[in-house]
T-cell receptor, first 116, second 113 residues
């Protein structure tokens, strides 16, 4: 069965320091993995996605993530945090089901706080 | 611009009333989804539809109903049977039969008075 675990519910960093948001997944098939960002009272915006191509994926706003199959991880990083990065981040896994449909499983989210 | 439009953005309802949330997309996507978001719980799937005139229950379908009469539209009705309807509701779409990303609307916040 598929599952996603975001290891930290809250992360605080100072502006200009690196960001690390951790995500572990479990999947029976070859998964696709995504990171989304959500600002208050807004929809979710795609940051980046992994779909079995390069294991290091670059996204928008300077974010990137590395797919590590041996560790079943897909951690999100950014070299230098900006105040505008303060938001909630969701790790999502998608893979096929026996009925031929595709299911998206969401982590519970990590709230990133950026300190001035 | 292609995208997903949800309306209304904010909605207040008295207990015992049904309310319908609108979701329209012009991305030509076959698959559409409704999620409910509560603080600290991530997103939970209410209903999804892979094709017109067909839809399936998600993880928390009780107290909700949907229809899919047109490819572009997937309205969600929150019925009086939903015991705790106050939440943020998100509509999304994707290409059918793929592991491509979900595209989201801006959400509708429902408050029951």
């Amino acid at each position: 069965a598929q599952s996603v675990t975001q290891l930290d519910s809250h992360v605080s960093v100072s502006e200009g320091t690196p960001v690390l948001l951790r995500c572990n997944y479990s999947s029976s098939y070859s998964p696709s993995l995504f990171w989304y960002v959500q600002h208050p009272n807004k929809g979710l915006q795609l940051l980046l996605k992994y779909t079995s191509a390069a294991t290091l994926v670059k996204g928008i706003n300077g974010f990137e993530a590395e797919f590590k199959k041996s560790e079943t991880s897909f951690h999100l990083t950014k070299p230098s945090a900006h105040m505008s990065d303060a938001a909630e981040y969701f790790c999502v896994v998608s893979d096929g089901t026996t009925s031929g449909t595709y299911k998206y499983i969401f982590g519970t989210g990590t709230r990133l706080k950026v300190l001035a | 611009d292609g995208g997903i439009t949800q309306s209304p953005k904010y909605l207040f309802r008295k207990e015992g009333q049904n309310v319908t949330l609108s979701c329209e997309q012009n991305l030509n996507h076959d698959a559409m989804y409704w999620y409910r978001q509560d603080p600290g719980q991530g997103l939970r799937l209410i209903y999804y539809s892979q094709i017109v005139n067909d839809f399936q229950k998600g993880d928390i379908a009780e107290g909700y109903s949907v229809s899919r009469e047109k490819k572009e539209s997937f309205p969600l009705t929150v019925t009086s049977a939903q015991k705790n309807p106050t939440a943020f509701y998100l509509c999304a779409s994707s290409l059918r039969g793929s592991t491509g990303e979900l595209f989201f609307g801006e959400g509708s916040r429902l408050t029951v008075l």
